[in-house]
């Protein structure tokens, strides 16, 4: 898909009349009095939280944010691996697919040993390892990311809208022995639109999420702290449609010169342009870049220099900015104090930039925004419509700022590797990428044992499918229909619980078999999970949806012949749910029992949370240790939110 060819024009490519790409957008009026939860802040983090709590309507969530409308450009557009499959649960995977540059491969550039001035290709690699994730790494401006998120919003039930121009000035939050006001927390909030401009607004949540960036207003009234150090070293990087004979400008490129630094070249959308991130000088102590005036002239001829013997000619430049490298973190990512974790509750979170900040080469800040947000929206959705009881939210910060403490180990590393001024070897460069892949691809995290992750006691039972670690999609067929589908792509971002029931070898029709004595538990026991926590009237997997996977050919199943709770009757009608039966895809040879190192003999159950990760693995029946995980967080069903 190509566009940008002459000059950048933000918004939807597919719409040929640039001035209706951005039509009116964000809530009119004033901000509710009242709300479930106050997310501050329209970015990654922000918009994923957002477009998570708008599947439900019976939450009342409100957005604000400073700025007076949605982004139009600049800023991150890397697009992890991991993130695609989270994209693929909200819905616009293919609009990403499609509008996104792939990034394919990965070249690396030295000097050249026989004229140092110049740089000569040392190596290329693969950018994402074969069978990683069914989907690729790609690059898109953060400003159609939010897009796409902000249409979530729209058409979801709750029809959500964000309030923009406008400024937290400060928060409250009642003391916490405090339990008469079910709001808490109390935000004041100035109006910067010109037809109300400096109007003060009050606000009464439940729960508070700061995703407010890197000077949050939130993380500030909370009393944390980011914590590290700068590396006083500057980058540029710019977004630019130029002529260039270097040969590799469609590719992402790391260029390192022997005399001038270093550039990574990113290919972007539409076939033409692309980011050029480039070294700076070293910084004095206690100097900042702003300190140096730079102005993109500057960061046009730092990259000309590097590229010698190529030519670079700049012809439009849609979005610059200069940073410092620089990494620093939060303790905790909520309003608890360590000590206080036992006898309090946290009413207030932070996420992405507010909490944990870094360099942007490595291409994870945005990527791990957005993680935090898909992980604290279930959770908040699920103690709010009381399905699950609220000492569940502790588990966001141990969780992700966990998480992010490992991006910035890595960061720090990567970092230094690619600066000239600490000495660099571009064979070990490319080294390190390929022994990283894993990590810039967002598919190495992994959530230690805790409530919500079991142990590894039966891991064995699926040696591909780590529990803590996201689902690894694999190829199945369904028996409905013998469509070709990917069993992660069951896992949408509807804040349920997914259970795949992988069975033995035997018949799955034959009355002793493994998967028809896991149904009738799960459909008749006193203790399953789905009678005890399925609200009344609700649908069977209205809470946990139970899926079942077979071995054998889709044409030697018969679907009728099927335990009747993998074809439950639903909505209004009663009607039939054909979509839970699935096969290994043997016509193709991608038999996910042998790709996921399934137990052919006994099978399994993995147990999968609603940000797509692996909770637990069970023996088919393991019925107690089952009922005993959902019990250990989970409340049975009552009639109105907290």
Excluded at 250 to 269: H, M, T, V, Y
Excluded at 494 to 508: L, T, V
Excluded at 599 to 617: E, I, K, L, S
């Amino acid at each position: 898909m190509q566009f940008h060819l002459n000059g950048f024009e933000p918004g939807d490519p597919e719409i040929s009349d640039t001035s209706q790409r951005h039509p009116a957008s964000g809530a009119s009026g004033t901000v509710p009095a009242k709300v479930d939860v106050l997310i501050v802040g329209c970015g990654p983090a922000g918009l994923t939280l957002a477009a998570q709590l708008s599947a439900f309507p019976d939450i009342k969530t409100c957005i604000v944010e400073q700025k007076p409308g949605p982004l139009l450009l600049g800023q991150a557009d890397g697009v992890a691996c991991r993130t695609m499959e989270m994209f693929e649960a909200f819905g616009f995977s293919e609009r990403m697919l499609k509008e996104a540059c792939w990034i394919n491969e990965t070249t690396f550039w030295k000097p050249d040993p026989t004229q140092t001035d110049n740089i000569i290709r040392s190596g290329w690699v693969q950018d994402t390892e074969d069978g990683l994730s069914e989907f690729p790494h790609v690059v898109l401006n953060q400003a159609r990311v939010h897009d796409f998120y902000l249409d979530v919003m729209r058409k979801s039930p709750s029809r959500l809208e964000p309030y923009y121009a406008r400024q937290l000035l400060d928060l409250q939050i009642a003391p916490a022995g405090d339990s008469a006001d079910p709001y808490p927390v109390t935000a004041r909030l100035e109006r910067l639109d010109s037809a109300q401009a400096g109007q003060i607004e009050t606000i009464k949540a439940r729960y508070v999420v700061g995703c407010d960036g890197a000077r949050s207003t939130v993380r500030r009234s909370i009393g944390r702290t980011l914590h590290g150090d700068s590396a006083n070293h500057a980058w540029g990087v710019m977004d630019v449609l130029a002529v260039t004979d270097f040969p590799d400008v469609r590719f992402k490129s790391l260029i390192q010169s022997a005399n001038d630094g270093s550039i990574i070249i990113i290919p972007r959308e539409g076939g033409y342009l692309f980011r050029l991130y480039i070294e700076l000088d070293k910084l004095d102590a206690g100097e900042r870049v702003s300190d140096r005036s730079i102005t993109p002239d500057d960061l046009i001829a730092a990259a000309q220099r590097v590229l010698k013997p190529y030519s670079l000619d700049v012809k439009q430049v849609p979005w610059w900015s200069v940073y410092e490298i620089g990494q620093r973190l939060c303790d905790k990512f909520d309003d608890v104090p360590d000590g206080d974790v036992a006898k309090r509750l946290p009413r207030v979170f932070i996420a992405g930039d507010a909490c944990h900040t870094h360099s942007p080469k490595a291409g994870q800040g945005m990527n791990v925004s957005m993680q935090d947000g898909f992980n604290l929206g279930w959770k908040l959705a699920s103690v709010l419509r009381k399905g699950s009881a609220p000492h569940l939210l502790h588990t966001y910060s141990a969780e992700r700022q966990a998480i992010a403490r490992e991006l910035i180990d890595f960061d720090r590393e990567w970092a230094s590797l690619l600066a000239s001024s600490h000495g660099f070897d571009p064979a070990e460069t490319q080294r390190y990428f390929i022994r990283h892949g894993r990590y810039t691809a967002g598919t190495a995290a992994r959530y230690s044992p805790s409530l919500l992750t079991g142990e590894a006691t039966h891991q064995h039972l699926a040696g591909g499918l780590t529990i803590g670690m996201r689902f690894h999609s694999a190829p199945v067929i369904r028996l409905a229909d013998a469509r070709p589908v990917h069993l992660g792509h069951t896992v949408k971002a509807d804040g349920r619980w997914r259970i795949f029931a992988f069975a033995g070898a035997e018949d799955p029709a034959a009355p002793n078999s493994g998967i028809r004595a896991l149904c009738d538990f799960l459909a008749g026991a006193q203790d399953s999970p789905l009678r005890k926590y399925t609200p009344d009237g609700g649908d069977i997997d209205s809470v946990i949806d139970v899926r079942a996977v077979f071995q054998q050919d889709h044409h030697s199943l018969a679907v009728e012949a099927m335990p009747s709770l993998l074809l439950p009757r639903k909505g209004r009608y009663g009607l039939r749910d054909y979509e839970k039966i699935f096969c290994a895809d043997l016509k193709s040879g991608n038999d996910i029992f042998a790709m996921r190192g399934i137990d052919r003999a006994a099978g399994c159950m993995v147990v999968v949370r609603p940000d797509q990760y692996v909770a637990q693995v069970l023996p088919l029946d393991g019925y107690e240790a089952l009922a005993t995980f959902f019990d250990g967080f989970m409340t049975q069903p009552s009639a109105s939110i907290v």
